[in-house]
């Protein structure tokens, strides 16, 4: 009998994260979904358990009962409730991010977890999550930290590599127009969604591109964790096809939430886009996309100005998984993990709190993600 961990959610993230999990021998995995017939599919390809469950019952909680730690691979607006469940069967919690606003509302329940003597890790996926590593790995070889910029940049080789959805369809569309927080000389600041665009160099295959600010969870508590750190700014750089794809549905209107007179009767057009999104069937050819995480700290060390610069390559998996699904899935993955054997103090962390910053890292390139850092001068 290995040690019980459960995926909440068998999309295309939760699935990505199975896979990573069943990389482990000693992991007794448990896929849950409210579709049963995901959930078994998912499990059937990794040789785990799948299970439906109501959502409207206590379900959720019998069964996240028989596990230690649960990998929520969710829409966001359902952590809150799942930390609940969580609390109730008295197993351990890790997410893929709250989008700034969710995550704030969950670090309040900090309290209620200690007293229960279980940890919960809030968005620990590529960016929210390892960025926030990297900056904490950045922070710690710097005497002061000053400022902390981070993006996330992408592009797909394939021949055919055109539009698609790479993660939540609702979470890309509430990043396009939900106004995005910056904290800049000390404040937190508000600023329009797509805003703050500059030209990103990153390493090739990604190149120069362009990469704009948009609603993230990094400023949500990197300012509170970093002592002394003044500006955190987060941007998002995304393959070209994706981003003009999305910025034109956002254009015309149909990630709007008002209801729309019909002949069916009044529809938010956002459901309606919702619901075609996650139809769209997952590419058939092998995945060739390159993504990168680009994390600068700057700040002092021996009394010198200079810039800690870290970044974090994924390609895609042997297992077929595309390099965006892998690079969101693996922390998670390796986060329930670890918190299902103990080794992730308790109460609700973000990433940078919960983990040995080089430790984690190390665990990441272990399973496939390429790091290089380098400390440089500034000025």
């Known amino acids: 009998m290995g040690t019980p961990i459960a995926v909440l959610g068998a999309g295309a993230m939760g699935s990505a994260a199975a896979v990573l999990l069943a990389r482990h021998r000693d992991v007794d995995l448990l896929v849950l979904d409210v579709e049963a017939e995901r959930a078994e599919r998912v499990a059937a390809r990794v040789g785990a358990e799948g299970r439906g469950f109501d959502p409207g019952s206590g379900e959720l909680v019998e069964l996240l009962g028989r596990v230690r730690a649960v990998a929520a691979c969710i829409p966001y607006r359902a952590n809150l409730p799942t930390m609940e469940a969580a609390l109730q069967a008295g197993c351990h919690y890790a997410d893929l991010g709250g989008l700034f606003h969710t995550t704030r509302k969950q670090l309040e329940l900090d309290g209620r977890f200690r007293e229960a003597g279980l940890s919960a890790v809030l968005g620990i996926g590529s960016a929210p999550g390892l960025t926030n590593v990297l900056a904490r790995l950045g922070a710690d070889r710097l005497d002061r930290v000053v ?15 055109g539009f698609g959805v790479p993660y939540s369809a609702e979470t890309i569309l509430d990043e396009f127009t939900m106004p ?17 665009v500059v030209d990103w160099d990153f390493p090739e295959p990604v190149g120069t591109q362009p990469a704009m600010y948009t609603l993230h969870s990094e400023p949500a508590t990197l300012p509170w964790t970093i002592p002394g750190v003044r500006d955190v700014r987060w941007r998002l750089a995304l393959p070209r096809a994706v981003h003009e794809g999305f910025a034109f549905l956002v254009g015309i209107g149909l990630a709007s939430t008002e209801p729309v007179p019909t002949s069916l009767g009044p529809i938010a057009p956002r459901e309606v886009l919702v619901a075609v999104l996650n139809r769209l069937p997952a590419p058939e050819v092998e995945p060739r996309d390159v993504e990168f995480l680009d994390v600068r700290v700057r700040g002092e060390q021996g009394g010198r100005e200079v810039e800690h610069r870290a970044l974090a390559r994924f390609d895609p998996s042997p297992e077929g998984l595309s390099a965006g699904a892998f690079g969101t899935a693996l922390p998670i993955a390796i986060a329930a993990r670890w ?28 399973e496939g993600v390429r790091f290089e850092t380098a400390l440089r001068p500034v000025g």
């Open 339 to 366: 918190q299902a054997e103990g080794r992730v103090p308790v109460g609700v962390h973000p990433p940078e709190t919960a983990f040995d910053a080089a430790g984690f890292v190390a665990a990441c390139e272990a």
């Open 147 to 161: 400022s902390i910029e981070m993006a996330d940049g992408a592009v797909d080789l394939a021949a055919d590599g």
């Open 180 to 196: 995005a927080m910056v904290f800049e000389d000390g404040e937190l600041r508000e600023v329009p969604a797509g805003s703050g």
